[in-house]
């Protein structure tokens, strides 16, 4: 269930970035093709003279007529004005909207969505949720083999709405633990760390939410079998994972959560309290 990063991961599937990656999200965007070349066929245009109206190439109407590529929201709101639809593909956005991100990035959007406690300690980069659009582009764009465009504007856009869960109500328990490196890498160039830099400082005064930060010189440091994540539901369950238990996998079972929860609390005791992170931050901010 959970992929490298952030619990799901950023769930891309190489190569298949524009269509999605689960059998009931083909199945919806196949629907929308048919209904926009219906619409298209009703009106007497041909492909190519309906993508000189919306604005688009021929051959991305085709794509899209054949269930080959996510419409954009903008496509939808343009095809239903030139072809007259009256609302019927513009309404279309919403269920477009639900399976333009990977599968992975929804379910754990689902998991996150429920979660009343978040507890995630990283070691190689800032957390997923704490990133900046620019910090997480140019993190996606040091990976090899290199995104597309589309691919890059999709598992940026999938992560940028995790982000609600800063927003929710009730608010829940938000605890990150970070690696004082992945506050000095200038992941993007100078601008780019000081911005996100700036946000950990915005992030880190919200009262559900704990930042801290554990320094590089610590001698003991029960944190190097490598990430860990839990989230907690209001039933009392949870699901968690880390990277040195359990091959990595995604547990339930109450005696390994309680095995994640100790490290996670070690290291948390281990690292700068909040305030003293925020103060970290601030001087290395001042430093950049």
């Known amino acids: 269930m959970f992929g490298s990063g952030d619990f799901l991961g ?10 999605p990656d689960d059998e009931p999200g083909v199945a919806v965007v196949a629907a929308v093709g048919r ?5 298209r066929e009703a009106a007497g245009l041909r492909a190519g003279e309906f993508g000189t109206a919306i604005g688009y190439g021929e051959d991305l109407i085709y794509k899209v007529e054949g269930g080959r590529r996510i419409p954009r929201p903008e496509f939808l709101d343009r095809a239903d004005e030139v072809l007259g639809a009256g609302g019927k593909l513009a309404a279309m956005k919403r269920d477009v909207a639900e399976v333009r991100y990977p599968k992975k990035v929804r379910d754990l959007a689902k998991l996150e969505a429920k979660a009343v406690e978040l507890e995630a300690y990283h070691h190689h980069n800032i957390n997923g949720l704490l990133q900046t659009e620019e910090h997480m582009r140019a993190l996606f764009a040091s990976w090899l083999p290199a995104y597309t465009l589309d691919e890059m504007d999709r598992v940026v856009a999938a992560r940028m709405a995790r982000r609600s869960i800063f927003d929710r109500d009730p608010l829940p328990s938000l605890s990150f633990v970070q690696e004082e490196v992945t506050l000095r890498r200038p992941v993007g160039g100078t601008m780019v760390l000081r911005r996100q830099l700036e946000r950990l400082l915005e992030v880190g005064q919200l009262r559900n939410v704990a930042i801290q930060v ?11 079998g490598g990430l860990i994540e839990v989230l907690k539901f209001p039933d009392g369950s949870a699901v968690g994972r880390s990277e040195g238990a359990f091959s990595g996998r995604p547990v339930s079972d109450p005696k390994q959560l309680r095995i994640l929860g100790l ?7 281990q690292a700068l309290t909040p305030r003293e992170s925020l103060a970290f931050i601030e001087q290395v901010l001042g430093e950049t």
């Not at 209904?35 to 619409?39: D, G, M, N, S």
């Not at 554990?214 to 944190?223: C, S």
């Not at 490290?263 to 005791?269: D, P, V």
Request: aromatic content about 6%; hydrophobic content about 25%.
């Open 10 to 19: 950023h769930g891309t599937q190489r190569g298949r970035a524009c269509v």
């Open 35 to 39: 209904q926009i070349k219906a619409w």
């Open 214 to 224: 554990m320094p590089t010189h610590r001698e003991e440091h029960p944190g190097t």
């Open 263 to 269: 490290r996670y609390g070690m290291i948390r005791a």
